[in-house]
């Protein structure tokens, strides 16, 4: 059973950067697709960035387009989403995803796995 786990989260100024991973156990991640959401209070769960099973098949959400990049390493079986130039709107509770697709997709209910999040605060 594949299991995910997020990592990096935490409290950053206005216009700093944190890196977010994604660790899977119990499967290689190989053949899933790995999706980054985040869920702020009060709102719906959101794509942020999403991978496929090669690097090349990435998608971005706008609002993150340009400070955001995903990447995988499928040797360490990891899922990194390294976040600059962070803004109070993009503080929220991360979750990393897996679903078994070539290419990356950003919808919710495409995915079957889960990790339990990661909080990101933005705020000086």
């Known amino acids: 059973q594949l299991q995910l786990v997020e990592s990096g989260g935490g409290l950053v100024q206005p216009g700093g950067s944190l890196r977010l991973s994604c660790a899977a156990s119990?499967?290689?991640?190989?053949?899933?697709?790995i999706g980054w959401f985040r869920q702020a209070p009060g709102k719906e769960r959101e794509g942020v960035s999403c991978?496929?099973?090669?690097?090349?098949?990435?998608k971005y959400a706008d609002s993150v387009k340009g400070r955001f990049t995903i990447s995988r390493d499928n040797a360490k079986n990891t899922v990194d989403l390294q976040m600059n130039s962070l803004m109070p709107e993009d503080t929220a509770v991360y979750y990393c995803?897996?679903?078994?697709?070539?290419?990356?997709?950003?919808?919710?209910?495409?995915?079957?796995?889960w990790g339990q999040g990661t909080q990101v605060t933005v705020s000086s």
């Open positions: 991978i496929g099973t090669r690097s090349g098949s990435t």
């Open positions: 119990g499967s290689s991640l190989n053949y899933y697709a």
């Open positions: 995803a897996a679903t078994v697709r070539l290419v990356a997709t950003c919808a919710l209910h495409d995915y079957n796995y």
